[in-house]
T-cell receptor, first 112, second 112 residues
Framework: EAQVTQNPRYLITVTGKKLTVTCSQN?????MSWYRQDPGLGLRQIYY???????DKGDVPEGYKVSRKEKRNFPLILESPSPNQTSLYFC???????????FGDGTRLSIL | DAKTTQPPSMDCAEGRAANLPCNHS???????VYWYRQIHSQGPQYIIH???NNETNEMASLIITEDRKSSTLILPHATLRDTAVYYC?????????????FGTGTRLQVFP
């Protein structure tokens, strides 16, 4: 089944403890992206990747890192999480630029 | 980047057509109109997209005005499972960038 898989689905952690949210897609998609969703603000793009080893900042990249060493994986790294990064996070992928994006089921992060 | 304006909420009777409007008066010539929906806090689901012609697929129809400043998503026979938040999105896709700019969407409630 074609899908975008995020792990973990839920995480409660403390300020400053590094964490990684993994994202994997099995559709051989070139384009991948991370969004966060907060009440009243809709979804905002954090980072995106046009292809392997090609990443760029979205609208809210501060406090986040990403890497794209393999086509299927696009992990989101929070080096020193803070409470304002408490949010619902979505990973998305598409065949290429301009194609519809497929979203994962989301990761709900709580930073205490 | 073009922004979109949608009514915050709408109701629709089951079996009737749901017509969801969207204004995007600052849209540029190379920007597509995309529609996604989100059921509860699941990942957004792609519905349909268009540039200037009307489009139809198995889920919905998209009507774009001639001046491209507004559009309407039509769900021809709404069901209870269509209850969701619907996002009208202007997509900027080109060299070096591809992002979906999500607003706050329209919460569609389908009632029996």
């Amino acid at each position: 089944e074609a899908q975008v898989t995020q792990n973990p689905r839920y995480l409660i952690t403390v300020t400053g403890k590094k964490l990684t949210v993994t994202c994997s897609q099995n559709m051989n998609h070139e384009y991948m992206s991370w969004y966060r969703q907060d009440p009243g603000l809709g979804l905002r793009q954090i980072y995106y990747s046009m292809n392997v080893e090609v990443t760029d900042k979205g609208d809210v990249p501060e406090g986040y890192k990403v890497s794209r060493k393999e086509k299927r994986n696009f992990p989101l790294i929070l080096e020193s999480p803070s409470p304002n990064q408490t949010s619902l996070y979505f990973c998305a992928s598409s065949f290429s630029v301009g194609w519809p994006q497929h979203f994962g089921d989301g990761t709900r992060l709580s930073i205490l | 980047d073009a922004k979109t304006t949608q009514p915050p909420s709408m109701d629709c009777a089951e079996g009737r057509a749901a017509n969801l409007p969207c204004n995007h008066s600052t849209i540029s010539g190379n920007e597509y109109v995309y529609w996604y929906r989100q059921i509860h806090s699941q990942g957004p689901q792609y519905i349909i997209h268009g540039l200037k012609n009307n489009e139809t697929n198995e889920m919905a129809s998209l009507i774009i005005t001639e001046d491209r400043k507004s559009s309407t998503l039509i769900l021809p026979h709404a069901t209870l499972r269509d209850t969701a938040v619907y996002y009208c999105i202007v997509r900027v896709a080109g060299r070096g960038t591809d992002k979906l700019i999500f607003g706050t969407g329209t919460r569609l409630q389908v009632f029996p």
